[in-house]
C-alpha cells in the first residue's frame, strides 16, 4: 500500500508505503490505522480516508470485490472502516481513480469529458464528467474490454485476416481484453506467426521494422482502434488517456491515436489518445480527489 496525505487539492505529500495484508481484513484495518497514526495529527482528526483499490466498489451499497485483496470481498468497506477508524471513508476501483487523477490532474485537466483507458496485461477503463466519477450499476464503467466488441475480418495492406474470437476470462469469447493488453499482443502473435514473443520484444521489433512484428502491430491497431472510437462517440470524450504497461510505449500510443481518429465522428487536430500523465501516483491522487469531494460535502452540510 501507498500512503500519502494531500493537505489540500492538486497537493500531495506521499510519506509511506507497506505491504498490503490481502487475507485479513483485521490485519488491514490495523496497518491501515497504524499508517494514520503515524502520519496524521491531531487536525486530521476528521479527515477522511480515501482508497484506491485493486477491485469494484458497489456504489449502491460500498462493497467490495477483489480477486487481489480477498480479505475486503463481500464487505462494505468504507462503512466498515469508518467505524474502525473514526473517521469518513471512501473507496473506488484503481482505473476509477487513475481516471479521477486523469481528469483533475492530467492529460483530462480543462476537458469536460474524460475517459481513461487502461491497457496493461489485460483492459480497463474508467469514464469522468466535469472532474466527477461517473460509477455505472454494480460499480462497472468504463469497462470498454468486455462485449464482446472484436471484429473477426481485418484487412492490412492487400492481406486479409479472420481472426477468432479467443476465450474470455469474464466467461465470452471475442472480448477486446482478449487482444488489447500485453498478454493480448502476444496472444494475436502467436495466432498470426505460430512463434511465442513477449510484448517488449514484438514492440521493439516493430519499432526496428521487423516483419512480422509489423504485421502483428498492424492487425492489432485495426482490431483495437475500432472499439475505442465507438467509446469516443458514445461518451463524447475530448481526451482519452491510457494507463497501464503499454502506455510506456509511446509509438503504440501515437499509432493508436491516429487510428482512432480516423475513425470518430467529431474530427480533432489535436491528440485524442495520449499517455497518461498521472500513471506513477493516479491512484494516489484519484484516492485524494475522492477525500476532498467528500470533506467539500462535509464542510456545505
Wanted: with cysteine; proline share 5%.
Amino acid at each position: 500500500m501507498k500512503f500519502a496525505v494531500s493537505p489540500q487539492p492538486g497537493a500531495l505529500v506521499p510519506l509511506e508505503r507497506v505491504t498490503t495484508p490481502a487475507t485479513s481484513w483485521t490485519d488491514l484495518a490495523s496497518s491501515l490505522s497504524a499508517l494514520i497514526d503515524r502520519h496524521a495529527g491531531a487536525a486530521d482528526a476528521a479527515a477522511p480516508l480515501g482508497l484506491s483499490i485493486a477491485g469494484l466498489v458497489d456504489p449502491r451499497d460500498g462493497v467490495a470485490t477483489s480477486a487481489n485483496i480477498p480479505c475486503i470481498t463481500g464487505k462494505p468497506i468504507g462503512t466498515e472502516l469508518s467505524a474502525l477508524l473514526g473517521r469518513p471513508v471512501v473507496a473506488a476501483n484503481d482505473a476509477d481513480c487513475l481516471t479521477l487523477a486523469e481528469a483533475n490532474e492530467g492529460a483530462g485537466r480543462g476537458h469536460s469529458v474524460v475517459f481513461c483507458a487502461i491497457m496493461g496485461t489485460g483492459i480497463g477503463g474508467g469514464l469522468a464528467i466535469d472532474g466527477r466519477l461517473v460509477r455505472g450499476v454494480g460499480g462497472v464503467t468504463g469497462e470498454w474490454g468486455h462485449g464482446p466488441v472484436l471484429n473477426t475480418t481485418v484487412d492490412v495492406n492487400g492481406e486479409r485476416f479472420h481472426i477468432p474470437r479467443f476465450s474470455c476470462g469474464c466467461g465470452r469469447s471475442g472480448c477486446v481484453d482478449t487482444i488489447g493488453g500485453a498478454r493480448g499482443i502476444e496472444r494475436l502473435h502467436r495466432f498470426l506467426h505460430g512463434n511465442d514473443e513477449t510484448s517488449h520484444r514484438i514492440l521493439q521489433d516493430w519499432q526496428e521494422g521487423e516483419a512480422q512484428a509489423s504485421r502483428t502491430v498492424a492487425v492489432y491497431l485495426e482490431l483495437i482502434a475500432d472499439p475505442l472510437a465507438l467509446v469516443a462517440n458514445v461518451t463524447g470524450a475530448s481526451v482519452i488517456p491510457v494507463g497501464g504497461g503499454l502506455a510506456s510505449a509511446t509509438p503504440l500510443i501515437a499509432a493508436l491515436d491516429q487510428a482512432v481518429r480516423a475513425r470518430v465522428l467529431h474530427r480533432l487536430d489535436q491528440p485524442l489518445v495520449t499517455p497518461a500523465l498521472r500513471q506513477e501516483d493516479g491512484g494516489l491522487v484519484g484516492a485524494a480527489v475522492l477525500g476532498h469531494d467528500v470533506a467539500a460535502r462535509m464542510k456545505e452540510a
